[in-house]
């Protein structure tokens, strides 16, 4: 059985590079082919924020029970908290580095036709993946269990 690791910084930070390049390369290309860069609705900001509130509570509740009130949890339910917080992490770093780089995609542009619009639409939600890349790494962390020295004397 392996022990499952934390999200190492490297690996979100090459996860944000990698978001970043895609993000800042897709208006040209839009171009390039004949078109025009897509338009940002709200929705995606709206339905990160929801997505980090909704993680970071449950990461607050599951901080309390394991934590605070030292209750337990099966295996399976920690599997899947665990589960759901490095998927979060990972999806909201390759999101928000693509957001982020669509907005310095338009950094120059601000001043062209929907081009400030474009600018502040990814910009917020690159902040709002940012968020919820925070709440995957806070519950990732609250799903460490206390180390209890009394149960495991040796360290075999």
Same mark, same amino acid.
């Given at each position: 059985?392996?022990?499952?690791?934390?999200?190492?910084?490297?690996?979100? *930070?090459?996860?944000?590079?990698?978001?970043?390049?895609?993000?800042?390369?897709?208006?040209?290309?839009?171009?390039?082919?004949?078109?025009?860069?897509?338009?940002?609705?709200?929705?995606?900001?709206? *339905?990160?924020?929801?997505?980090?509130?909704?993680?970071?509570?449950?990461?607050?509740?599951?901080?309390?029970?394991?934590?605070?009130?030292?209750?337990?949890?099966?295996?399976?339910?920690?599997?899947?908290?665990?589960?759901?917080?490095?998927?979060?992490?990972?999806?909201?770093?390759? *999101?928000?580095?693509?957001?982020?780089?669509?907005?310095?995609?338009?950094?120059?542009?601000?001043?062209?036709?929907?081009?400030?619009?474009?600018?502040?639409?990814?910009? *917020?939600?690159?902040?709002?993946?940012?968020?919820?890349?925070?709440?995957?790494?806070?519950?990732?962390?609250?799903?460490?269990?206390?180390?209890?020295?009394?149960?495991?004397?040796?360290p075999a």
């Amino acid at each position: 059985m392996r022990i499952a690791k934390p999200t190492s910084t490297l690996f979100v *930070v090459g996860l944000v590079a990698v978001g970043i390049v895609l993000g800042r390369l897709t208006p040209p290309l839009f171009v390039r082919l004949g078109g025009t860069p897509p338009r940002l609705g709200w929705v995606a900001p709206l *339905v990160l924020l929801a997505g980090a509130a909704g993680v970071g509570s449950l990461a607050y509740s599951t901080w309390q029970a394991l934590h605070r009130r030292h209750e337990r949890m099966t295996a399976d339910h920690g599997i899947a908290l665990l589960a759901l917080a490095k998927s979060c992490a990972v999806a909201a770093a390759l *999101v928000g580095g693509f957001y982020g780089g669509f907005a310095l995609a338009f950094v120059d542009n601000l001043d062209a036709m929907l081009g400030r619009e474009r600018f502040v639409r990814a910009l *917020v939600a690159a902040g709002a993946s940012l968020a919820l890349l925070v709440a995957g790494l806070l519950l990732e962390r609250a799903c460490r269990l206390p180390h209890d020295d009394e149960e495991d004397p040796s360290p075999a």
